[in-house]
Nanobody
Framework: QVQLAESGGGLVQPGGSLTLSCTAS????????MGWYRQSPGHQRELVAN???????NIADFVKGRFAITRDNAKNTVYLQMNNLKPEDTAVYYC???????????WGQGTQVTVSS
């Protein structure tokens, strides 16, 4: 079992920046894609970005050029750097981990990001 601890959400003005972090409770094995989804009211949860233990990234088109994802394998932690935030980025952001080797998926509790003036 793995617990995911998220931090870094909050209120920011349009054009501002935030960094989200997510730490897994134990060492991860294999490729283990880890990253972030988001969900706003009336919308389905959507992938924002993820990264494998080998540092391969997958970033949604709607945030390319504004968001970056990095991973520190020694700390079992991923970071989502969000720049030039827009009101439409307002959502609950959920950390997600897929352990491919055992077929398990894990979710964090979610952290609110609000972009508003």
């Amino acid at each position: 079992q793995v617990q995911l601890a998220e931090s870094g959400g909050g209120l920011v003005q349009p054009g501002g920046s935030l960094t989200l972090s997510c730490t897994a409770s134990r060492r991860l094995f294999g490729i283990s894609p880890m990253g972030w989804y988001r969900q706003s009211p009336g919308h389905q949860r959507e992938l924002v970005a993820n990264i494998t233990s080998g540092q391969s990234t997958n970033i949604a088109d709607f945030v390319k050029g504004r968001f970056a994802i990095t991973r520190d394998n020694a700390k079992n932690t991923v970071y989502l750097q969000m720049n030039n935030l827009k009101p439409e980025d307002t959502a609950v952001y959920y950390c997600h981990l897929e352990e491919i080797w055992n077929g398990m998926n894990y979710w964090g509790q979610g952290t609110q990001v609000t972009v508003s003036s």
